[in-house]
């Protein structure tokens, strides 16, 4: 723990005046914009007045969300039903400060308030960094999820008067790691390992005199305690039926969630997918991935292959594109890289009335859930299923067991003397 959050550790009878002045200096020290500490400002102002008028000196948590339902009617009980932005960022500011009288730690600076690196010399050490990843043969979406990581740092980094590599410290390490406490726990084993790769790669290259990659902790995320998301056969059959297939975006948004359901192909592959891809004669698709850059061999079913030429030849805007799905809008331009279709699925479950639980995942990722699933409903091999979906290994297919409930069922053993 740095000295900051041994500042705070203990706060059980703080003043909430006293809070609120330390909150606002670690805002400044984090490097958070003006605007945002002045919006922080105005709701610390709020929070003051409410606990004097309950004639509160001492901050408590409990008090802190009761503030939350008397002056914004955002109960705690109902914080899964968010409704506008503004309630977010009321409800956001209260947990920070939460999170702060509880550990003294606040969230490392959202780069959306600093999107780029002041310093020369870190600029320069994140291009060398890029170029690095690049000839390992990472995949892209690897490698911009190293360089996302790494930019984060370093704006940090900045935050603490630093500027060159070398005059990072073990101190810089740990204050960083103490601004990742808000994040979930699988987050925060994907910040580590990106760390890890950024440290390691700065000692090796001669820019830093001490491996600092020793310092961060081996914390990884429990993939065996996340069970995937997956939808009833009757709520996939609901989903498909709501699309308007008599327009151009109905018969597109229809072509790619079929093929999802039916083949399993991953959201960047779908928005890569060419035509050179298709090979209508031997009703295949072949392609490499754009996660393991292996290549694939998937069979054009008939429902898929009707639905793709329905797409192509009275939806599809006329381009001289490469790639099979377009937007909608002139210039007609391959899918953007950030499009993940939630807002399909979204609408289509809207339509189709279906209840989906703020627990489970209801995005194009989770219908390849389900298809794993009815495969293995089918007693599909998992080597099979592996290959379906394009997992490198086995073992990464084996986390659709969970799903298989009736298999588990007969797998179960019976206790000796019942239970």
């Not at 309630?87 to 606040?106: A, L, N, S």
């Not at 440290?199 to 995937?228: C, K, M, N, W």
């Not at 809207?350 to 995942?361: E, H, P, T, V």
Request: aromatic share 8%; net charge positive; proline share 3%.
């Amino acid at each position: 723990m740095s000295h900051y959050s041994e500042e705070v550790a203990s706060m059980e009878d703080v003043g909430i005046r006293d809070l609120v002045d330390r909150y606002l200096q670690n805002l400044a020290r984090l490097g958070y914009c003006r605007s945002s500490i002045k919006n922080y400002k105005v709701f610390c102002r709020q929070l003051i007045a409410y606990f004097e008028g309950c004639g509160l000196s001492c901050f408590s948590e409990q008090h802190a969300l009761q503030f939350l339902d008397d002056s914004y009617g955002l109960s705690n009980k109902e914080a899964l039903k968010e409704t506008t932005r503004n309630d977010r960022h009321i409800r956001q500011m209260v947990r920070k400060i939460i999170r702060f009288h509880r550990d003294g730690t606040i969230g490392r600076i959202s780069p959306s308030s600093k999107k780029e690196i002041a310093s020369e010399a870190l600029r320069q050490t994140l291009s060398l960094y890029t170029h690095d990843n690049a000839a390992r043969g990472l995949a892209l979406r690897t490698r911009e999820s190293l360089k996302r990581s790494a930019t984060s740092f370093f704006i940090f980094v900045e935050t603490q008067a630093i500027t060159r590599i070398a005059e990072i410290t073990p101190q810089t390490i740990l204050a960083y790691l103490d601004t990742l406490a808000v994040y979930r726990y699988r987050t925060i084993g994907h910040v580590l390992t990106c760390l890890k790769s950024l440290l390691r790669f700065l000692y090796a290259g001669g820019l830093h005199p001490l491996d600092l990659s020793r310092i961060v902790p081996r914390r990884q995320a429990r993939e065996e305690g996340t069970i995937p998301s997956v939808w009833s056969h009757d709520d996939v059959l609901r989903l498909i039926a709501t699309i308007d297939r008599g327009n151009p975006c109905g018969k597109r948004d229809y072509a790619i969630l079929l093929t999802v359901c039916r083949l399993g192909i991953r959201a960047g592959d779908i928005r890569n997918l060419q035509f050179d891809h298709l090979d209508w004669n031997r009703n295949l698709i072949t392609f490499a991935q754009s996660k393991t850059g292996q290549t694939v061999d998937l069979p054009l079913l008939k429902d898929v292959g009707w639905a793709l030429i329905d797409y192509l030849r009275h939806g599809r805007p006329e381009s001289d594109s490469p790639y099979v799905f377009l937007s909608l809008n002139a210039p007609y331009r391959r899918l953007s890289e950030g499009n993940c279709f939630y807002h399909i699925i979204r609408r289509c479950l809207s339509l189709a009335r279906i209840d989906a639980s703020f627990k489970q995942k209801v995005g194009l990722h989770s219908l390849r859930h389900t298809l794993a699933g009815a495969l293995l409903d089918q007693r599909t091999p998992l080597p099979v299923i592996s290959g379906i979906l394009g997992h490198a290994s086995v073992e990464t297919t084996g986390v659709y067991l969970k799903t298989a409930e009736k298999d588990l069922r007969e797998c179960s053993l019976s206790m000796p003397g019942g239970v």
